[in-house]
């Protein structure tokens, strides 16, 4: 199966990236999970924290303020004022 | 010792005093440009996604959005100055005076208002002294800016886009600033913020296939929520870039002064030395003058 390909990236630096297997947002309407080969979209997202759900099974968790999310053809970026890995 | 060559080493001396000087702010200046290019480079990831995303949502929507679409008439028009709060950094701050001028000028030509929002101290400097008006100001960290600053003066100049053109508000954005082209040129640029021009993508545009995007929870909030961040974006994004050409021209300008301090040393030393030696020569010419005088005396 194909992997997602995640970059989390605050205003000032990049702060994450790599493959996932599964990305899972809060966005203003609710907890959002997103597998490869989700249709693009564009949300705005809820502060709260991001939970990446690496190839392997590992987890990584980054908290996100003030952003919004993008996917287009398995690219996830969850962009962010402040953004910081937990 | 002669006056004149006296008056030659004491100009040695404030030539040497000078290029210790010089030499220490190119120096400083030559390491900051490092770190400033970082921070440059580091803000590029961020920025690209918001373009991205603004593309993507440009060519998606016919929606009406107030960011999005031109006004019939503009009426007033912004302009953002970005300049340093220090000067010793040759025509960095004129060249981008100079360009927003130019800018004002052809704005004023279409009929437009002009409003201006100046950054760093030495813009405030240039209108104050010519008793102008301006809408805001920020000065004191135009070295390293905080993305802080870039919210705030995207708060202020979208909260006067916001604001009817009745209301005083503005209809256009445009920011002016020096972009950090290499370490010998820092070019003046001039953007268009608002209303949006067709984004220029860092990446090679897919005309193949322009995928429909989902938007959660709908256009129109995301463009709300999505515009506000690109315009902060930009600016951020012109902050560094014109902090990191700043300290490009201050490298600049203070190796030239350094240069022509060891010119002046030189050119010095040697009229010093032609004095000495003139005052040598009267010397002894004084002192067979003499000798002779003594001897036909006899």
């Known amino acids: ?86 | 010792m002669g006056a004149q060559l006296r008056v030659y080493r004491q100009k040695i001396k404030s030539a040497q005093t000078t290029k210790k000087i010089t030499k220490a702010m190119e120096l400083i200046a030559a390491s900051r440009i490092q770190k400033a290019q970082a921070r440059v480079a580091a803000s590029t990831p961020y920025s690209r996604a918001i373009t991205r995303a603004v593309s993507a949502v440009a060519t998606y929507s016919n929606v009406d959005h107030v960011l999005t679409t031109e006004p019939e008439k503009i009426e007033r028009a912004a302009i953002v100055i970005l300049t340093s709060d220090r000067g010793l950094a040759g025509a960095f701050n004129s060249q981008v005076l100079r360009e927003a001028e130019e800018l004002a000028e052809l704005l004023r030509s279409q009929g437009k208002e002009v409003v201006y929002f100046l950054v760093g101290r030495k813009a405030v400097g240039y209108f104050q002294f010519r008793h102008r008006e301006f809408e805001q100001d920020w000065v004191g960290s135009s070295e390293s800016p905080e993305f802080e600053l870039a919210k705030e003066i995207a708060d202020a100049v979208l909260e006067s886009f916001l604001r009817d053109a009745s209301d005083g508000g503005v209809d256009e954005i445009h920011v002016v600033y020096n972009t950090f082209v290499s370490m010998m040129t820092q070019t003046p640029t001039v953007v268009r913020l608002l209303p949006l021009e067709v984004v220029e993508g860092v990446e090679e545009p897919d005309a193949t296939v322009q995928p429909l995007y989902e938007f959660e929870p709908d256009v129109e909030t995301v463009l709300d929520g999505l515009l506000p961040v690109y315009i902060e974006s930009r600016i951020f994004n012109a902050l560094l870039q014109s902090a990191a050409a700043k300290h490009a021209a201050t490298q600049k300008a203070m190796k030239s002064a350094s240069d022509n301090a060891d010119k002046l040393i030189t050119d010095y030393t040697r009229l010093a030395n032609n004095a000495r030696q003139a005052e040598i020569t009267q010397q002894i010419s004084e002192i067979v003058g003499g000798a002779d005088a003594l001897v036909a005396a006899k």
């Open chain 1, 1 to 86: 199966m194909a992997a997602l390909n995640v970059s989390v990236v605050s205003a000032d630096r990049e702060v994450w990236s790599g493959e996932a297997a599964m990305v899972v947002a809060k966005t203003v309407e609710g907890e959002i999970g997103i597998l490869p080969g989700h249709e693009p979209m564009l949300a705005i997202l809820a502060s709260g924290e991001v939970r990446v759900t690496l190839p392997g099974g590992e987890k990584i968790t980054a908290s996100a303020e003030d952003g919004f999310l993008s996917v287009q053809s398995d690219q996830v970026q969850v962009v962010a004022s402040r953004a910081e890995l937990a």
